[in-house]
């Protein structure tokens, strides 16, 4: 499916919302450039209903985009030589990227923070693509000067991918300048090229945050699949026969710092369950070479634990094809992987060492740490194998029954059958990215325990974690109970002088919305 284009006319449907927004951003970019766009690039930010820390592991995930998202006008000024950056948020100052004229590429340094490095990432992924499509024009010709006015609403840091909006609401925008108003890009490849957009900035993520900003749909909830290949399938909510369905997100305001905390958190783990994949696999004498990457990132593709699972299927139980994602199957398979890290990893609790990893998988130290520590560097004290190994298979494993609810046929036989099975998932979840995987936090966990106590039926971190948003299942009627109860208990409590504006921003109730498109003026 390609990504929408669409009018700027109440004539063509669109919301008066979005026409508003449309304008409104319209007239900004005229205050800082003197100008009209030429168009609008849109992409939003989303939440995950459950299965975190997996998407890396190619296992499916449930997100849903939601209704803040970040906005890029664009003008094309054809020989300019440079981007210009304006932002509506005054702590991000306006920026000029040269364009190399020689078409190589524009260098981005992780080491400098700055709002621009994201835009760069976009561009990045974006001009590659395009010396792929059109080599004869982008190979050696530089790309199209732009002038550009970013606004969003998506919080920085909250886990609710304000990075994978801004980057894919980015890329689209440079792609549709250079290749001109009638090009149509598919979902399907805005999603992989900006999948691997933050590696550049050192964050060795999976691509969950990017389907579900292209991909979303309104209304909609999304099944993301990254093998055989990357699909995002849309599903209603079940309805209910009194009950509407609804999530909670809130924010901690813990800003969860990715980059800078990526060594002893997001990249250690994506480390971690990388080796006890590959420990698996030499425990069992089977191979996880040519594993399928969406990224094409072969250089850091190692096999992972779904490979593991496949490949120990096929040798022990003569499993002629891989897992093709059917629920019964992968709940049979990923139970048998449980048991399994029980009885391979389940006696090292305390973790291994350089030595003990590498000798468990018959290399060196140095070998070891030229293969699985430097690509994106970690610090630890010992690798939590058996931990995380757990829960990426039982998270996996809550993802196809949080799907068995969401798609049933079957009727429950009362609402609270589905809320309560639902809700136990999303706190089974909690738990195990609490205790088995380490990236809650104190205020996640408070702010769960307030929900659960004032009628939610789950409530679990979402995204990343460290910091970063919370959501939870609650009935339609108790959404006001639920927030009022984080705000007199939580919000007040931990930061006494918040003001109702940092209130509005920090609990968000959306519902499922559309994802990436451009607007045309
Ligand atoms: P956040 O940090 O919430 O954007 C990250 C990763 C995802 C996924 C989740 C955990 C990026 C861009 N995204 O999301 O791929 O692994 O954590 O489920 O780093
Ligand atoms: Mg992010």
Known sequence: MSVPVLKVSSSSGLSQASIDKCLSIESKFAKAFGAKPDFI??????????????????????????DVDMLCAVKVVKSSGKISLSNDDSRFGNRDIE??????????????????????????????????????????????????????????????SSSAAFICATALAVVRANMGAGYSMSQQDLTKITVVAEHYLGVNNGGMDQAASVCGKDDHALYVEFKPELKATAFKFPKLKSHEIKFVIANTLVVANKYETAPTNYNLRVVEVTIAANVLAAKYGVSLKNPHKISGDEDTAKGNLRDFMNAYFAKYQNATAPWDGGIDTGIEYLTAMLKLVEETLGSKPEGFTVHEAATALNISDEEFAREYLSIFPVRFDTLKLYQRAKHVYSEALRVLRALRLMTSSTQFSSDDEFFEQFGALMNESQESCDKLYNCSCPETDQICTIALANGAFGSRLTGAGFGGSTVSLVHGSDVEKVKKALIDKFYKVKYPNITKEQLDEAIIVSKPTAGSCLYEL
């Open 41 to 66: 690039s849109r992409s939003p930010g989303r939440v995950n209903l459950i299965g975190e820390h997996i998407d890396y592991c190619d296992f499916s995930v449930l997100p849903m985009a939601i």
């Open 99 to 160: 364009l190399p004229k020689d078409g190589s590429f524009v260098a981005i340094d992780p080491s400098v923070s700055d709002w621009s490095n994201y835009f760069k990432c976009g561009l990045h992924v974006a001009h590659s693509y395009l010396k792929q499509v059109a080599p004869d024009r982008f190979e050696k010709a530089p790309l199209t000067g732009l002038e550009v006015f970013c606004q969003g609403n998506v919080p920085t840091g909250g886990g609710l």
